[in-house]
């Protein structure tokens, strides 16, 4: 079974400093692992997906994530951090194939401080 | 492409009376799944077709709830008979094989 556990449930960081949101997944067969961002009352947003391609993978609005193995985690991260920034954040994972559902992280909530 | 889309954006129904959402898929995408948020259960998968056919209803609340892809371009999720604890925002996606997850705007419901 495939399962994600975001560490953080509220992360704050000041405008220009760096971001980061920790996810770590559990998986049987090679997953493929997304994050997704939700702005408040709006929908989901891809912002960068993990399909067994390059380890480190980048998406959209300068975020990337970088997928490691050998301590089942997919962080994502962003060198400065801007107040467009401030959503929830979804760690995602997928086992793909047959079974193709994706399985949701409890969000992360980032605030950005000016 | 206009993405996937949801509608209505806004439901308010009394306890008791029918709800149909509605959604549109992108086209070409051959899954479609339709997830419900609330604050005390976060995102939760309800239902997912592959090809029009259900594949998996296993997180379908209970028998008041039903979902239909009657084509490929159309989807509906009916809630009947509505009650309060359905309120929520329900999402509804559409995905290529896995490639591609993409999200409607979201229908937020709620019973009075």
């Known amino acids: 079974a495939q399962s994600v556990t975001q560490l953080d449930s509220h992360v704050s960081v000041s405008e220009g400093t760096p971001v980061l949101l920790r996810c770590n997944y559990s998986?049987?067969?090679?997953?493929?692992l997304f994050w997704y961002v939700q702005h408040p009352n709006k929908g989901l947003q891809l912002l960068l997906k993990y399909t067994s391609a390059a380890t480190l993978v980048k998406g959209i609005n300068g975020f990337e994530a970088e997928f490691k193995k050998s301590e089942t985690s997919f962080h994502l991260t962003k060198p400065s951090a801007h107040m467009s920034d401030a959503a929830e954040y979804f760690c995602?994972?997928?086992?793909?194939?047959?079974?193709?559902?994706?399985?949701f992280g409890t969000g992360t909530l980032l605030a950005v401080q000016p | 492409d206009a993405g996937v889309i949801q509608s209505p954006r806004h439901e308010v129904t009394e306890m008791g009376q029918e709800v149909t959402l509605r959604c549109k898929p992108i086209s070409g995408h051959d899954y479609l799944f339709w997830y419900r948020q609330t604050m005390m259960r976060g995102l939760e998968l309800l239902i997912y077709f592959n090809n029009n056919v259900p594949i998996d209803d296993s997180g379908m609340p209970e028998d008041r709830f039903s979902a239909k892809m009657p084509n490929a371009s159309f989807s509906t999720l009916k809630i009947q008979p509505s009650e309060p604890r359905d309120s929520a925002v329900y999402f509804c996606?559409?995905?290529?094989?896995?490639?591609?997850?993409?999200f409607g705007s979201g229908t937020r419901l709620t019973v009075v």
């Open positions: 995602v994972v997928s086992r793909g194939g047959a079974t193709n559902k994706l399985i």
């Open positions: 996606a559409s995905s290529f094989s896995f490639y591609g997850y993409t």
């Open positions: 998986s049987s067969y090679s997953p493929s």
